[in-house]
């Protein structure tokens, strides 16, 4: 592994490709939640490589190399959120109601494409701190600093986030029943 | 409630963590274009700082002629206190303390003793001249000149070329035009029957008297008819003088000297100079179809690709190192860079194999082939790229050249002519290509290499200009100058490429 960050240092384009090709498909499923849309996530996947070929004399062996870029490319979909300025949608949840599942309901009725659909399709803001709480483990307080939003708007979205899922969980989970039935 | 939103959270965490998706070909595609940017940058970096390094250089080489200019000026005028000073030993070997000095260059009223100092010395030019002609009056006007050589109270006069004029009246007052001190005024030598020192001066042996030599410059018919007119007078009253102006406790001492300056050492040139240059250029490239190649493929290559490339802004900048084989000839080499680009005009193109059988877009230059990205996926063989706007093609030579120069120099100004071979290394190959991705917009990518280029190619340097001395050591050259390709710099094309440019070289060479 060191001698491909080496050559992807020396501006190896064949290392790079490599490293590219070791690291993508898992760094795109990142992507792909933090995105909108395929491209989008392809967008954000490009631009997080070449962060991490600019950084890579940086990256001292220190650790994971796959926790390492995990980190550039959650923060590359963070600055490119920050970028849009993406205005919170006001969501009357009020009557939204609450459903319950089985997590092997889920697990064995929906691919993971299915539900990264689910969270793609939370609005931008909901999606940001969902992501960031429940996939990257940050704090209320650490959110709030990184998307320049109050704790209490991270609580808050993350809870209507929440909400949106396991109604869209639910959703997913009796269309199935049904087509089975 | 919490166990819910834990349940959620890890549902999806567990779910999707551990799913991967691989990116569509566009994804690399789009990475590897901006990383080709991305060196393109890098590489515009190094030539911005390599042009600034020459710049540097070149304002240090002016700044070390400017200073080797101004130094020369002072070593000059130091060289001549210098001799002024050496003289001054051989004509008094043990000088009496100096209390006083004079500048030639603050004039001051004399005194009655430096007036009496200056019109000896005249005189002592005068009758010099007359001692080597075998004058009848040179026994006078030794004696005189004897005299002259006693000490004297000081002052500091330059070894310059003395203009004598004593038209010595009766009322005995002399005119002394030493040629430097413009500024002297007929003074009154205050000769004096009582004067002291008188009756010394008239005791002193003549045969102890040797003549001083005269200035050379010194005018041989002033000279001559300042003395022929009164040298008696002038003897007498330049001896009066003189013994006016010996007290022996005299504080104070004139520096007499009637040599011209001597004539400063030349200057000790080493055989080795550095030479930086700078030299815009029109590069284009002589074709010549390759018939062992695949050449339908292209049709007449040759004409096609001379209708298609258009020559565009080249440069060169480096140094040399000169060596003199003699007075005439020296021999350089060194080292340069040179960049060239050619505008290729739009075009539409179609997939051709790639080296792996797949079908990919090519742009073909007369230098090389450039395999283009595949921005909007895999053509198809049916398929065409329109190139809507001119693509340009960079080329960077580094280029070490053996040259020969002869020169002719003429005070300042010189001439000179060479002409050798330089051998040249491709150190990178760019393609900048504007082309349609996935929208109908055309953005630029830029491809780093070129099939078919040969990284080593021989050339020819040769060139005619004139140079001008700004200091002994530094000269300043103006070169029309002509390099061409003796060796395609390609291989393997439709086409061979013989690049050939015009460039009209500015050179500073300072000469150690």
């Not at chain 2, 008188?198 to 005791?203: K, P, R, Y």
């Amino acid at each position: 592994m060191e001698a491909l960050i080496r050559k992807c240092i020396e501006g190896d384009r064949h290392a790079q490709n490599e490293l590219y090709k070791m690291f993508s498909p898992k760094m795109m499923n990142l992507c792909l939640r933090y995105s909108r849309s395929r491209e989008d996530a392809e967008d954000t996947l490009v631009e997080g490589f070449m962060k991490v070929y600019e950084n890579l004399p940086k990256f001292r062996n220190q650790g994971s190399l796959e926790g390492w870029i995990r980190k550039i490319m959650v923060n590359t979909a963070i600055e490119k959120y920050r970028k849009k300025n993406v205005l919170y949608p006001a969501l009357h949840l009020d009557d939204v109601p609450e459903f319950s599942f089985s997590a092997s309901d889920v697990i064995s009725d929906m691919s993971a494409k299915e539900l990264v659909k689910l969270v793609q399709e939370l609005p931008a803001g909901y999606q940001m701190v969902f992501n960031l709480y429940a996939f990257e483990g940050l704090k209320h307080k650490e959110i709030a600093e990184r998307l320049g939003i109050s704790e209490g708007t991270s609580k808050s979205n993350l809870f209507d986030a929440r909400a949106i899922l396991r109604r869209e969980v639910a959703k997913s989970l009796n269309l199935a029943k049904a087509s089975n039935e | 409630m919490k166990e819910l939103n834990d349940d959620i959270d890890k549902l999806f965490r567990d779910s999707i963590e551990s799913d991967e998706s691989v990116p569509s070909v566009r994804a690399w595609s789009s990475l590897e274009a901006k990383l080709d940017k991305q060196l393109l940058e890098i590489y515009k970096q190094k030539v911005a700082r390599f042009r600034l390094l020459s710049l540097a250089l070149l304002l240090l080489l002016i700044g070390v002629g400017v200073y080797e200019f101004t130094s020369s000026k002072q070593l000059s005028s130091r060289k001549n206190d210098m001799l002024v000073n050496s003289e001054k030993k051989e004509v008094f070997p043990e000088p009496a303390t100096a209390t006083t000095s004079a500048s030639l260059e603050t004039p001051k009223p004399h005194s009655r003793n430096e007036n009496n100092v200056l019109l000896s010395q005249s005189i002592k030019s005068v009758l010099g001249k007359q001692v080597r002609s075998g004058d009848a009056s040179s026994r006078n006007a030794t004696a005189s000149s004897s005299l002259s050589t006693a000490p004297f109270a000081s002052k500091t006069v330059k070894p310059v070329v003395h203009e004598t004029n004593l038209p010595f009246t009766s009322n005995r007052t002399a005119s002394v035009n030493t040629g430097v001190n413009s500024s002297i005024q007929p003074v009154d030598a205050g000769l004096t029957s009582d004067s002291p020192g008188m009756n010394a001066a008239e005791n002193e042996p003549l045969s102890a008297i040797e003549p001083r030599p005269v200035p050379t410059k010194v005018p041989e018919t002033k000279a001559s008819t300042s003395t022929s007119t009164s040298a008696t007078t002038a003897a007498t009253a330049a001896a009066t003088a003189s013994a006016t102006t010996t007290p022996a406790n005299s504080q104070t001492q004139v520096l007499l000297s009637t040599d011209g300056p001597a004539s400063p050492d030349p200057v000790k040139r080493s055989r080795f100079s550095m030479t930086v240059f700078f030299s815009p250029e029109r590069t284009s490239h002589l074709l010549s179809a390759d018939h062992d190649t695949d050449v339908d493929r292209h049709g007449d290559a040759d004409d096609d690709f001379n209708k298609r490339e258009q020559p565009g802004l080249s440069y060169s900048a480096g140094w040399k190192v000169g060596y003199d084989l003699g007075k005439h000839w020296t021999l350089f080499t060194g080292a340069s860079y040179s960049a060239s680009s050619q505008k290729i005009k739009p075009t539409i193109i179609y997939p051709e194999k790639a080296d792996k059988g797949d079908l990919q877009y090519s742009l073909s230059t007369s230098s090389g082939d450039a395999q283009l990205p595949d921005v909007s996926g895999k053509p198809l063989a049916t398929d065409s790229l329109t190139l809507r706007s001119f693509s340009t093609q960079s080329l960077q030579f580094i280029s070490v050249p053996l040259i020969v120069q002869y020169t002719v120099t003429r005070k300042k100004i010189g001439f000179h002519a060479y002409a050798g071979f330089s051998m040249n290394y491709l150190v990178g190959e760019s393609l900048l290509v504007e082309m349609p991705s996935s929208g109908s917009d055309d953005h630029p990518y830029t491809v780093n290499s070129l099939t078919g280029v040969n990284r080593f190619h021989a050339g020819v340097v040769a060139g005619v200009g004139g140079q001008y001395a700004i200091t002994n050591h530094l000269t300043l050259m103006l070169d029309p100058e002509f390099i061409g390709s003796i060796t395609a710099i390609n291989y393997n094309t439709p086409v061979k490429s013989y690049p050939y440019s015009l460039g009209l070289m500015l050179s500073l060479g300072y000469h150690f």
